[in-house]
Every structure is written in structure tokens, then in C-alpha cells.
């Protein structure tokens, strides 16, 4: 590389360095990974090539679980497909495609095609399923919006990674997906706060006939066998002080039990809303909650432009409605790289300071 670069640097005009490269050339487990695994790592053994952070008993990824339950429902039903841009390992495709080859397209690094050829797909009577990472799918927002809303095919997206995602980079957080797409005509958008809600959704959007996005983060969460169901669109679950509050929080995601468990420990006179559908949201029991006078927060980790209390205080606003509202999440500005416990607590929208405020309104 030396000897060419050094004529290249002599060189008077036009030059062009053509280099072969070869991933991981010098250590034996990159070299070997055909699946690209090694594409972005967390610490491993570099004597072994082992990866040392493993999942917690009882636990699975978040990935696992929507790619699994999409591979049983595959098994009733042969015209669900699956596609992905490449990302076969990172979202845990791997069963899906060794079981169904002839049913399982990786489109390689190209996000546009693999949303187009979704719609092809659904347009030709079968049933899609795209998965991608939030941060990617914002390269096809035009193919979403035009080839898939627009002619109100049944594409189910799975949206991966949405949320921060840590250490995989400032570039790649995927808090933008809720403002992305919220505005699109024909699309359902929601996230589970649970593995049983997420094989729910799944059910309900393959048993849907118009566009259905599913967003879940990175990491993963406690899990147990259970049987899918269907569950209404549009509709939002109370959990906490049903009863008898002072305070309701309005969140989404996994954070739903992590709020509601806390607020029963230290029994907490608040109800919390689990903000499941983004779109669309629960117009029933916004009406509902906005006739009980009672503080209301709003606490979402995404970007607040566009996201949960957005679409809260349009649908407010529509309906006159009278309601006393604060709202936390990301603010103006992209979030940097780093541990997402750190970055939470950068951007204020760790649990800690979640409480801290609630801690203040009770007081009011």
C-alpha cells in the first residue's frame, strides 16, 4: 500500500488507487464470518473470537422475537414472505431464511428496492415482511410513502433497532421513524411494551389489510411461549392506580412495566397509559382522561417533534380539549455516541429524572 500510495502522491494529474480488500484480513473469526456478525461488536475474547455479553436467563433479543413469531405464522400461512436489506443476522432472520429459502429475499444494502419489491410482492397477492433498522429506513421514505402507503398495500415493516441503540453509533439511533411516518395516510405505526404484545401485533397486522409498521429497540426482554391474539387497533391499556391517581403517565415500550413496577413498589397514586399505537392513537381515552382534570405526562425516548405528545396535542387541539400536559424526550438536537444509560441521562429522559419530576408535580 506504501510503495502505491507514495507513487500516487507523485504523480502530476489523474490517478486512481485501485485496493483489494479482504474484511478482517489477520484475525481468523472476521475472516470466517460469512453471516456479518463482526460487522458491529460489543467486548469478546480475542484469543476464543467470543462474544462476552450474552442474554440474561428467560430472556431474547427484541429481534428474536418478532423474527421468530413472524417464522410461525409463516408456518400457516405460505404467502408471508420476508425480506431484509441485508441485515439477515442483525435482525435475526437466520431460521426464517435456512426454513423458508424460496420465500426469504435479502436485497443486500438497498433499502429503496427492498420496500418497492415489498410492494410488488403484496400487490401480487402475498404477504411481506420487511425488516429494517430505523436509521436505515429513513434511505426509503420515498418508496414507503408512494409504493407502499399510497396504494394501501398490506406490507407488515418491522422496524428494528428503533430508539438509541448505544454503542452502535450517533448515526444509527433511530428516534426518527414516529415523525417519518406519522404523517402518512393508510399507515398503522405502534410498538409493544412486552414479547407477548409484540407476537400480538405481529398477528393483528398480518390479519390487517392496509400498511402496518411494528417498531421495537435493540437489547432484550423477558420472554415465555404464549399463544398470539388479535388486538383492536387504536387502543391504548391502563396500568398502575387505575382508580384512585393524582398523575398519568402517558409512555410506550418497554418502559411501560419498568414505570408501572416502580410506581407500585413505592405505591405511587399514578396511572400509566401504555401508549401503544402511535397511529392511530386512542381517541376514546384521550376524551377520557381529559375529563378527570388531572396532570398529565407525557414521557417518550424519542424526538418529541413529531412523536407521541405530538400527535396528544394535535388531537387536543382538533377537539378542544382541556388538558394540563408536560412532556419529556429528546429535545432539538441529534444525541451523541455512548452507552445508552448515559445518553438517557444526557438527554434527560432516563428514568431517574422521569421521577424526579413526577416527584415535583405530585408536590404541586
Known amino acids: 500500500m506504501i510503495p502505491a500510495l507514495e507513487t500516487a502522491k ?5 490517478i486512481v488507487v485501485h485496493v483489494i480488500t479482504k474484511k478482517g484480513k489477520g484475525y481468523l473469526p472476521c475472516e470466517d464470518d460469512i453471516d456479518g456478525i463482526w460487522h458491529g461488536i460489543g467486548p469478546f475474547n ?52 435456512t426454513k423458508y429459502p424460496f420465500r426469504s429475499f435479502d436485497c443486500g444494502i438497498a433499502e429503496e428496492h427492498a420496500a418497492t419489491f415489498a410492494a410488488s410482492l403484496a400487490l401480487s397477492g ?10 436505515f429506513l429513513q434511505r426509503c421514505y420515498d418508496q414507503i410513502n408512494h409504493d407502499i402507503c399510497r396504494m394501501d398495500l398490506p406490507v407488515v415493516i418491522g422496524i428494528d433497532r428503533a430508539g438509541l441503540v448505544g454503542n452502535d453509533g450517533d448515526t ?10 406519522r404523517p402518512i395516510p393508510n399507515i398503522i405505526l405502534a410498538q409493544p411494551k412486552d414479547a407477548k404484545e409484540a407476537g400480538d401485533m405481529l398477528f393483528t397486522a398480518f390479519a390487517n389489510d392496509h400498511p402496518f409498521a411494528i417498531r421495537y429497540p435493540r437489547g432484550s426482554i423477558a420472554y415465555k411461549e404464549t399463544t398470539m391474539e388479535k388486538i383492536a387497533i387504536g387502543t391504548w391499556t391502563k396500568h398502575g392506580s387505575i382508580n384512585d391517581h393524582k398523575l398519568i403517565i402517558l409512555t410506550y415500550g418497554d418502559d ?40 398529565i405526562l407525557i414521557y417518550e425516548t424519542d424526538m418529541l417533534a413529531g412523536g407521541l405528545s405530538s400527535a ?12 394540563d400536559i408536560e412532556r ?8 451523541t455516541f455512548g452507552a445508552n444509560s448515559l445518553l438517557r441521562k444526557e ?3 432516563d428514568i431517574n429524572h422521569l421521577f424526579a419530576r413526577i416527584d415535583d408535580l405530585l408536590k404541586r
Open 10 to 14: 507523485k504523480h502530476d494529474g489523474p
Open 256 to 295: 411501560v412495566d419498568k414505570i408501572t413496577h416502580k410506581i407500585e413498589i413505592n405505591k405511587l397514586p399514578i396511572m400509566v397509559i401504555n401508549c401503544r399505537f402511535f397511529k392511530p392513537i386512542d381517541a376514546k381515552m384521550l376524551e377520557e382522561i381529559a375529563k378527570e382534570n388531572v396532570k
Open 126 to 135: 402475498k404477504r411481506p415482511f420487511l425488516a429494517i433498522y430505523s436509521s
Open 312 to 323: 396528544i396535542l394535535e388531537f387536543a387541539c382538533d377537539h378542544q380539549l382541556k388538558m
Open 46 to 97: 480475542p484469543a476464543t473470537g467470543k462474544f462476552l455479553n450474552s442474554t440474561p436467563a428467560n430472556c431474547k433479543s427484541w429481534s428474536a422475537i418478532i423474527a421468530d413469531d413472524v417464522l410461525k405464522l409463516a408456518d400457516n400461512n405460505e404467502d408471508i414472505l420476508c425480506l431484509t436489506p441485508a441485515m439477515i443476522a442483525g435482525s435475526k432472520l437466520e431460521k426464517f431464511f
Open 347 to 349: 438527554q434527560e429522559i
Open 172 to 181: 444509527h439511533h433511530g428516534v426518527f421513524d414516529i415523525g417519518i411516518l
Open 328 to 335: 419529556i424526550g429528546i429535545k432539538d438536537n441529534y444525541v
